[in-house]
């Protein structure tokens, strides 16, 4: 993997950067956010692991820039702030992984193995129900011909849902596939992005998205 490490902290970068380097990796460093946005516009990477608590422009700021112009590049973020408001900040951002410092070497290496593995998966299949057509390694989807306005996390989301095929889907199960975190199964995080993607399915066809009350969330298989 290309991966691109900002982060103002040397010995922390100068460790990631040998540890993943020798893992295989291919990795470039840079220590503000300045530099590290105008890194990740001009370069091709695979993977971004982002401070949040980076002198000048924030990891925040970065991020929030990168996808406001639809840079969907994965992203994990390490940050001292460790309380769920700062985490759901960060992941409602589109990000990946949300590490809190410090952070174990181990189990960074664990979540790229994850992220290569889903990369893969990703390329291989398209994702088909009903009138919904969602293509993994583009990160696009229609309904009925027309495109939906998806952010990478309502992506993710809704490929969960739908790859159950009309299966319920627990809360506990979805925030740990889309978020990778272990939150609180009652937290509004995913509520909020669930009727966010209710909204935009909505535009192009009936409801798509059934709520199971006290368990969570399946695909309204077709009638007939």
Same mark, same amino acid.
């Given at each position: 993997? =290309?991966?691109?490490?900002? &982060?103002?902290?040397?010995?922390?970068?100068?460790?990631? /950067?040998?540890?993943?380097?020798?893992?295989?990796?291919?990795?470039?460093?840079?220590?503000?956010?300045?530099?590290?946005?105008?890194?990740?516009?001009?370069?091709?990477?695979?993977?971004? $692991?982002?401070?949040?608590? %980076?002198?000048?422009?924030?990891?925040?700021?970065?991020?929030?820039?990168?996808? &406001?112009?639809?840079?969907?590049?994965?992203? $994990?973020?390490?940050?001292?702030?460790?309380?769920?408001?700062?985490?759901?900040?960060?992941?409602?951002?589109?990000?990946?992984? +949300?590490?809190?410092?410090?952070?174990?070497?181990?189990?960074?290496?664990?979540?790229?193995?994850?992220?290569?593995?889903?990369?893969?998966?990703?390329?291989?299949? %398209?994702?088909?129900?009903?009138?919904?057509?969602?293509?993994?390694?583009?990160?696009?989807?229609?309904?009925?011909?027309? /495109?939906?306005?998806?952010?990478?996390?309502?992506?993710?989301?809704?490929?969960?849902?739908?790859?159950?095929?009309?299966?319920?889907?627990?809360?506990?199960?979805?925030?740990?596939?889309?978020? =990778?975190?272990?939150?609180?199964?009652?937290?509004?995080?995913?509520?909020?992005? $669930?009727?966010?993607?209710?909204?935009?399915?909505?535009?192009?066809?009936?409801?798509? $998205?059934?709520?199971? /009350?006290?368990?969570? +969330? /399946?695909?309204?298989?077709?009638?007939?």
């Amino acid at each position: 993997m =290309r991966i691109l490490i900002i &982060e103002d902290e040397t010995p922390i970068l100068a460790t990631l /950067r040998t540890d993943l380097t020798e893992a295989g990796h291919t990795v470039s460093g840079c220590g503000t956010g300045e530099e590290g946005l105008v890194t990740a516009r001009n370069g091709s990477f695979d993977l971004i $692991i982002l401070d949040i608590g %980076l002198p000048g422009m924030s990891g925040l700021e970065v991020a929030a820039a990168l996808r &406001e112009e639809g840079d969907t590049t994965p992203l $994990i973020f390490l940050s001292a702030r460790d309380s769920e408001e700062d985490i759901v900040q960060g992941l409602d951002l589109g990000a990946d992984g +949300y590490m809190t410092k410090p952070f174990s070497v181990a189990e960074l290496r664990a979540r790229l193995r994850a992220l290569e593995r889903r990369r893969e998966m990703d390329l291989q299949h %398209l994702l088909v129900f009903r009138d919904l057509e969602m293509n993994p390694g583009t990160r696009e989807a229609t309904r009925a011909g027309a /495109r939906l306005n998806l952010t990478e996390v309502e992506f993710r989301l809704l490929a969960q849902i739908v790859t159950g095929r009309g299966q319920v889907r627990s809360r506990e199960e979805l925030l740990e596939a889309v978020w =990778r975190i272990d939150f609180d199964p009652q937290t509004g995080l995913l509520d909020v992005h $669930i009727s966010n993607l209710r909204k935009k399915l909505a535009k192009a066809g009936p409801p798509l $998205i059934e709520t199971v /009350r006290g368990v969570g +969330y /399946r695909a309204i298989p077709p009638r007939g």
